[in-house]
């Protein structure tokens, strides 16, 4: 665990981070620097935040209960506009022995009415450390990205209509190796309303023969 943290004037911000270890001495390495990258840079986003904004919108709630009767004339609505914080969950999943993935769910809050949360994917070759690339699973490469958007456009249809190839932003951070194919992860706000929350969109390898999937990935050398 990677435990990062500040104090300024009238604001608590913490940042803890989780994270497999013991998988190799490259691979802790290459996981250690990711978690602080990613956790700094929503810790000085946090730092940096005006929450002027959310200060104005509680002080309305307020206004409006009390108008109504609901709260006494001297109540306000607590809020979190002076307790910001970052944490990260993960998942891991190994489909083969040389292999490794990791999902953060990443959660914080740095002003607004409710806090926010998103996912980063990053896949490892274990003997090395490797981060792996769309290239490393789709060796031949050409037109995958649209064809995973047309896979997962298909998958979605019947939670999220008029999504468009563009909409589908494939790209290997939001990839998640499983034991028996890929996962494509979608963070609130990125294809629907924060109240619809996350996708996951789960291809097996057979669907993904036809692109050309490096099989080898899953100790697999036919399909």
């Given at each position: 665990m990677v435990?990062?943290?500040?104090?300024?004037p009238g604001?608590?911000?913490?940042?803890?981070?989780?994270?497999?270890?013991?998988?190799?001495?490259?691979?802790?390495?290459?996981?250690?620097?990711?978690?602080?990258?990613?956790?700094?840079?929503?810790?000085?986003?946090?730092?940096?935040?005006?929450?002027?904004?959310?200060?104005?919108?509680?002080?309305?709630?307020?206004?409006?209960?009390?108008?109504?009767?609901?709260?006494?004339?001297?109540?306000?609505?607590?809020?979190?506009?002076?307790?910001?914080?970052?944490?990260?969950?993960?998942?891991?999943?190994?489909?083969?022995?040389?292999?490794?993935?990791?999902?953060?769910?990443?959660?914080?809050?740095?002003?607004?009415?409710?806090?926010?949360?998103?996912?980063?994917?990053?896949?490892?070759?274990?003997?090395?450390?490797?981060?792996?690339?769309?290239?490393?699973?789709?060796?031949?490469?050409?037109?995958?990205?649209?064809?995973?958007?047309?896979?997962?456009?298909?998958?979605?249809?019947?939670?999220?209509?008029?999504?468009t190839e563009?909409?589908?932003?494939?790209?290997?951070?939001?990839?998640?190796?499983?034991?028996?194919?890929?996962?494509?992860?979608?963070?609130?706000?990125?294809?629907?309303?924060?109240?619809?929350?996350?996708?996951?969109?789960?291809?097996?390898?057979?669907?993904?023969?036809?692109?050309?999937?490096?099989?080898?990935?899953?100790?697999?050398?036919?399909?």
């Open positions: 435990e990062l943290g500040a104090e300024v604001y608590s911000v913490a940042v803890l981070t989780h994270f497999p270890q013991g998988l190799g001495k490259e691979l802790d390495k290459a996981l250690t620097a990711k978690a602080k990258e990613q956790h700094l840079a929503l810790l000085n986003e946090a730092l940096k935040q005006d929450d002027t904004a959310f200060e104005d919108f509680m002080a309305g709630v307020s206004s409006s209960l009390r108008e109504k009767g609901v709260a006494p004339d001297n109540a306000t609505i607590p809020g979190w506009q002076n307790s910001y914080f970052t944490s990260a969950t993960y998942t891991g999943s190994r489909p083969s022995a040389n292999y490794f993935s990791i999902a953060y769910m990443i959660y914080w809050y740095n002003g607004g009415p409710h806090p926010n949360r998103a996912y980063k994917v990053w896949a490892y070759d274990v003997r090395n450390g490797k981060e792996l690339t769309l290239k490393d699973l789709f060796p031949s490469r050409e037109g995958v990205e649209s064809a995973l958007a047309g896979l997962a456009i298909t998958a979605l249809s019947d939670r999220v209509k008029d999504l563009d909409m589908m932003d494939i790209n290997i951070r939001r990839i998640s190796l499983t034991a028996n194919g890929l996962r494509i992860v979608y963070s609130p706000y990125e294809i629907a309303s924060y109240a619809e929350g996350e996708f996951f969109v789960d291809i097996p390898l057979k669907a993904l023969e036809p692109l050309g999937v490096n099989a080898a990935i899953w100790g697999r050398y036919s399909l």
